[in-house]
């Protein structure tokens, strides 16, 4: 059964700096996937990674993927505070269909 | 793209009601539905899939007695928490995929059901 770790749990940054998000899984994942969730909000997606070593981009996020390694990371460059909000990675999604999910980050930008 | 409404976005309801929420593929069809729920500021644990025409699967531990799922067309899935209670009290949230043009997961926006 696929498990997914995420860390930090809780990242406080400051406006202007870079941070990572960790995604580890246990096993083989088809693919990955990243989400926004605000506050009382569902989810937006952000990222789909479908092989090793995609790298997406979109805006101050990317995301990269390393199946060999069972690694997903979530990069941020220069830190805005409309950043702040949780993110989720997600594995799975292939023959079951469905998604587990990492414990979630939440971020705070502080000015 | 692909636009997955969920209805009603809160809900109250008194101990021992039923509640139903509704989950549906606005621009797609999709055979399958997922159903998660989510307390206060932790992750999304998945409580069944809802197979259209067909059975939903559920996930360990969750009372499917309790938890009534029900997928009777391509673009509806029924969510009913039956005799709810306090600790029901939860975001409930759907999500579907549109095969046929991607591999995302669209999410509804969610319903806050309170159990008072």
């Known amino acids: 059964e696929l498990k997914v770790e995420q860390n930090p749990l809780f990242l406080s940054m400051q406006e202007g700096k870079n941070y990572t998000i960790y995604c580890n899984y246990s096993?083989?994942?088809?693919?990955l996937y990243w989400y926004r969730q605000d506050p009382g909000k569902s989810l937006e997606s952000l990222f789909v990674?479908?092989?090793?070593?995609a790298v997406k981009q979109e805006g101050r996020l990317m995301a990269s993927l390393d199946t060999k390694a069972r690694l997903s990371t979530l990069h941020i460059t220069a830190a805005v505070h409309d950043l702040s909000a949780t993110y989720f990675c997600a594995g799975g999604g292939a023959a079951g269909n469905k998604l587990t999910f990492g414990g979630g980050t939440r971020v705070l930008v502080k000015p | 793209g692909a636009v997955v409404s969920q209805h009603p976005s809160r809900v109250i309801c008194k101990s021992g009601t039923s509640v139903k929420i509704e989950c549906r593929s606005l621009?797609?069809?999709?055979?399958?539905m997922f159903w998660y729920r989510q307390f206060p500021k932790q992750s999304l644990m998945l409580m069944a899939t809802?197979?259209?025409?067909?059975?939903?699967?559920?996930e360990q531990g969750v009372e499917k007695d309790k938890f009534l799922i029900n997928h009777a067309s391509l673009t509806l899935s029924t969510l009913t928490v039956t005799s709810a209670h306090p600790e029901d009290s939860s975001f409930y949230i759907c999500?579907?995929?549109?095969?046929?043009?991607?591999?995302?997961?669209?999410f509804g926006s969610g319903t806050r059901l309170t159990v008072v």
């Open positions: 809802s197979n259209e025409g067909s059975k939903a699967t559920y």
């Open positions: 096993t083989t994942s088809d693919r």
């Open positions: 621009d797609f069809q999709a055979t399958t």
């Open positions: 999500s579907a995929r549109d095969i046929l043009t991607g591999y995302g997961y669209t």
């Open positions: 990674l479908l092989s090793n070593g």
